[in-house]
């Protein structure tokens, strides 16, 4: 109740477009972050390739509806499904990968993606983008009460999903492979559901950018996206359901209000990312177990 009030009162907080616009992109953020939390923080797995599934939300959604006239969300549906898909195809190779073996497998991925969205220009327009792309509903204000509560919907559907057996069994897999499958857990099997459930969630982020932005080009889905989503993750606190929030909050809104320093900002913002790693190995969200 007090996430969804707080998520009522931001937009009036927060009046001006720019900042609205803000919250847009952090409510986007938080998707992005809790898929991929499911699959590193709770599963073990270093995926690199989550930009990929990112942008292959975005372009089927964006091409059903331009190019043939689908409906916005019927187009989401299929979106989502299809970056799940793709998800599960690349846990059928994953799961037999660990450590950075599956993180260069899976950028090997995001890259391949990439290139994809850039050369296939006949059906994604390439480096010259696909442009007038509307929003699934009017107002930046009412899109951000979608995004939002969407992501608030999530949230509460993997908290509820991580706290029963299902939880406890991506948990022993990410603590001891050998000792979980010796107590009858198919490793490869919920490897790949954590996949296939993380792809679908960014796929599902996905749909949402080309109506925010307007526009729909291969470069919002580089693998700089897939470290900014780890490092969110990272930050925020990995393997909780809240860290990857408050990950996502504090990356989507430092850069913002750091701008005043000019080009002092980035190294202002890589010197914090430095210190939080460094003293708080768990997270953000580490502070608040320490205090409780």
Request: hydrophobic letters at 60%.
């Amino acid at each position: 109740m007090g996430a969804a009030l707080l998520i009522a009162a931001l937009p009036w907080l927060l009046a001006t477009p720019y900042w609205r616009g803000i919250l847009v992109l952090c409510a986007m953020n938080v998707l992005l972050a809790l898929s991929l939390n499911l699959v590193m923080g709770y599963t073990g797995q270093l995926n690199l390739g989550q930009s990929a599934f990112f942008g292959i939300g975005a372009y089927v959604s964006t091409i059903l509806i331009k190019t043939y006239g689908w409906n916005f969300w019927p187009a989401a549906v299929v979106a989502i499904l299809g970056a799940g898909f793709l998800g599960l195809a690349l846990a059928a190779f994953a799961v037999r990968l660990r450590g950075h073996y599956l993180a260069i497998a899976s950028l090997g991925f995001a890259v391949i993606t990439y290139q994809v969205l850039v050369n296939w220009e006949r059906v994604t327009e390439g480096v010259r983008g696909i442009y007038g792309v509307a929003p699934p509903v009017r107002g930046i204000v009412a899109l951000f009460y979608l995004v939002a509560g969407i992501a608030l919907v999530v949230y509460i559907v993997l908290d509820n999903l991580l706290r029963s057996p299902v939880g406890d069994t991506l948990r022993a897999i990410r603590e001891d492979e050998i000792s979980a499958a010796a107590l009858g857990v198919h490793g490869a099997i919920w490897k790949a559901f954590a996949f296939g459930v993380g792809a679908a969630i960014a796929g599902l982020a996905g749909c949402f950018y080309p109506g925010f932005v307007g526009t729909l080009v291969p470069d919002a889905f580089s693998i700089v996206e897939s470290f900014t989503m780890m490092a969110m993750v990272i930050v925020g606190g990995m393997g909780t359901m809240v860290g990857p929030v408050i990950g996502a909050i504090v990356l989507t809104f430092l850069p913002e209000l750091l701008r005043g320093f000019g080009e002092l900002r980035l190294m202002i913002y890589g010197v914090a990312l430095t210190l939080v790693v460094l003293f708080l190995p768990g997270g953000i969200a580490s502070c608040f177990r320490r205090a409780r």
